[in-house]
Each structure stands twice: as C-alpha cells, then as structure tokens.
C-alpha cells in the first residue's frame, strides 16, 4: 500500500516513520510512504497556503488552490485509480469527519493507496471536502493543532493491517475492537507473562493448565468481563 501525506509541517514525519512497525513496514516494501509539501504547489514569494475566511471570522483557512493542485499532480491517474480494485482514497482529517475506529481501518487497508490531507489553522475551504475529497475522518471529538497527528495515528493503524508489516499475521486478529476477536467489538482479554507470580499477585491459574479449550473459554468471558467494567458502550 501507498501512504501519500500533504502538509505544511513535513518534517513532522521524520521521527515518527524511523520507528516501530511503520518503519518495519517500509523496510520490508509493504508500504510506501510518500511526504509531500504543500507549499510547493503555491505560486507568490511568501508561499501562501492559507488566508482569512469570508464572512469574517477569527483564524485562517488552506486555500483550495494549492491543494487542488497538489492532488492533482500528486494522482494526474486518479480517475482510473478509483475503477481499480481497492481504488485509492483522497482524506481529509478534519474533527468535522467521520469517527475513525478499528472497523474504518479495516475498510481503509483494502485501498491501494490512501492520500491524507492534513488541516491546519481553523481549517479547510469548505470546496476541498466538497469536490475533492472521498471522505473526512477525526480521531476523536477534540482539537488538534493539526491533522499531523492524526495522519500519523491512522497511517499507524492501518499499516500493521496490511500483509508483510507485522510479523505474525495472527497477532492482529485477537485485539480489542476486532470482529474476529473474543466477542465482535470487545476488548481484548487480560494478558499476562513470567513471572507467573509477581508481588503476591498470581496468574490466574487456568492460563497455566495447557488446557487450551480452557483457555480460550476463559480469555472469552475475560474480555466480555473487562469490556463490561471498562467500556460498556461497546457492548450496547
């Protein structure tokens, strides 16, 4: 899969794809990512992305012409990317979007390549999410500073999704969130390593019987136990 990430703040992503799975992902050709500035599609000496709202307003907003062009030079072939199996996707990060969860990273991993755009300042001229964009998606119901972040988290997300990134396939199947987990939504079950009895606190037993039936029916009502007390929204 293809990340393509636009920005004002490229140097953002630095730190972040040196490291952990992303990182791991790119090394074995899983996954390319690509960092584009915005800038570099504007035309004046000072490199204008933004400008002030009509209608007055307090802030600054991307102006279209700058983004249009840089999705436009960045997928000169996107018409006949969609048609392809999987297609590629145009994203806004926006706090206005859709929630992105474990299920939409699901979605997201079948594309062939996803392009993030990332908003800044108040945020973006209503036409980007109107006429280029396939979707908005937020994070969370809070403020970012930036979509930096955001790209970040779900770039993160969707890449250990993607075949080749993480190392054992199956290690994605039983988490917190997945339909294919202990229950479809839970969270995962407790989890537990050596020592088997640490402080007075014990593992609890049946994890150290290799009864595996036992196990799984334990890690089952675990988890539904754990979602109860944690997060029993999910379980509505």
């Known amino acids: 899969m293809n990340f ?107 594309a062939s390549s996803l392009l993030l755009l990332c908003g800044r300042y108040e945020g973006v001229d209503e036409r980007v999410a109107e006429h280029l964009c396939d979707e908005e998606l937020s994070i969370g119901d809070y403020i970012l500073t930036g979509g930096e972040l955001a790209a970040m988290v779900i770039m993160d997300t969707v890449a250990r999704l993607i075949p080749g990134v993480v190392g054992n396939s199956d290690s994605t199947a039983f988490e917190s969130f997945e339909a294919t987990g202990h229950g479809e939504g839970l969270l995962d079950c407790p989890q537990y390593t050596r020592p088997a009895e640490f402080r007075g606190w014990k593992v609890p037993e049946v994890l150290l019987s290799g009864n595996h039936e036992e196990i799984r029916r334990w890690r089952k009502a675990a988890a539904r136990e754990k979602t109860a007390r944690l997060r029993p929204d999910l379980m509505e």
Do not use: C
């Open 4 to 110: 393509h990430i636009l920005t004002i703040f490229p140097e953002f992503f630095e730190g972040p794809l040196r490291h952990g799975v992303v990182a791991r992902g790119i090394a074995a050709g899983a996954l390319g990512i690509h960092i584009h500035n915005l800038r570099d599609w504007t035309h004046d000496r000072h490199k204008t992305v933004d400008d002030r709202p009509f209608g007055g307003a307090e802030g600054m907003l991307l102006k279209p012409e700058p983004i249009f062009e840089a999705v436009e030079s960045i997928w000169p072939e996107r018409p006949a990317l969609a048609t392809l199996p999987g297609g590629s996707k145009v994203i806004l990060l926006s706090a206005q979007g859709r929630k992105f969860d474990q299920r939409v990273a699901r979605d997201l991993s079948t």
